[in-house]
């Protein structure tokens, strides 16, 4: 889940990697207007399903601008995991 927490629109560059730190795939928003949110379904891209690792974000607005979320659902359990993107200082 991205959400746009700036008052200009913003564009957004993810990077997806394997536990081992390797590349396995890269997207992009364009123009995620303020205050909208995006939600992306990795499992649905057969270079990510069933994967884990790190999702790393580059982006062209204010810093703090982007509030991210990554959520894992386990489907036999019905449990869900919430982890909170973090911002690294400049």
Same mark, same amino acid.
């Given at each position: 889940? %991205?959400?746009? @927490?700036?008052?200009?629109? +913003?564009?957004? %560059?993810?990077?997806?990697?394997? @536990?081992?730190? %390797?590349?396995?795939? /890269?997207?992009? +928003?364009?123009?995620?207007?303020?205050?909208?949110?995006? &939600?992306?379904? &990795?499992?649905? !891209?057969?270079?990510?399903? *069933?994967?884990? *690792?790190? +999702? !790393? &974000?580059?982006?062209?607005?204010?810093?703090?601008?982007?509030?991210?979320? @990554? +959520?894992?659902?386990?489907?036999?359990? *019905?449990?869900?995991?919430? /982890?909170?993107? &973090? /911002?690294?200082?400049?």
């Amino acid at each position: 889940m %991205t959400q746009n @927490a700036s008052n200009q629109a +913003i564009n957004a %560059t993810f990077h997806y990697y394997n @536990a081992a730190g %390797t590349l396995l795939q /890269t997207g992009s +928003i364009s123009s995620l207007q303020p205050r909208a949110l995006n &939600v992306f379904n &990795v499992g649905n !891209v057969p270079a990510l399903a *069933g994967q884990s *690792g790190h +999702i !790393v &974000v580059s982006h062209d607005g204010p810093y703090g601008g982007l509030n991210i979320k @990554a +959520i894992a659902l386990e489907p036999s359990t *019905g449990f869900s995991f919430d /982890t909170p993107g &973090v /911002t690294r200082p400049y």
